[in-house]
């Protein structure tokens, strides 16, 4: 099994930036694609960003596309995730995960992280 463990989080201006990282350790890193999930207080944990084994393909929330990025570093068993144009709606914990193929489902993850906290002031 993977383990997960998030980091880059914190607090940051409407309109700002951050780059969360997630780095894996344990069985092979290149072989699980990534993906990253958030939860809001109050809100069910939904998809944020997801990327392929090695990278070639991604897919994002419409809610994200256009203003974050996520990409890997397999070399470094890490996994980015860059937020451009943050709006207090993107306030969450945001969560890497980990399986072999990508999905945007919650359920189809088993390997998670215990979160980044992100707070995005107006």
């Known amino acids: 099994q993977v383990q997960l463990v998030e980091s880059g989080g914190g607090l940051v201006q409407a309109g700002g930036s951050l780059r969360l990282s997630c780095t894996a350790s344990?069985?092979?890193?290149?072989?699980?694609?990534m993906a990253w999930f958030r939860q809001a207080p109050g809100k069910e944990r939904e998809f944020v960003a997801a990327?392929?084994?090695?990278?070639?393909?991604?897919t994002y929330a419409d809610s994200v596309k256009g203003r974050f990025t996520i990409s890997r570093d397999n070399a470094k068993n890490t996994v980015y995730l860059q937020m451009n144009s943050l709006k207090p709606e993107d306030t969450a914990a945001y969560y890497c995960?980990?399986?072999?193929?990508?999905?945007?489902?919650?359920?189809?993850?088993?390997?998670w992280g215990r979160g980044t906290q992100v707070t995005v002031s107006s």
């Open positions: 344990g069985r092979a890193f290149s072989s699980y694609a």
């Open positions: 990327i392929s084994l090695s990278g070639g393909s991604t």
């Open positions: 995960a980990a399986r072999r193929f990508v999905s945007a489902y919650v359920r189809d993850y088993d390997a």
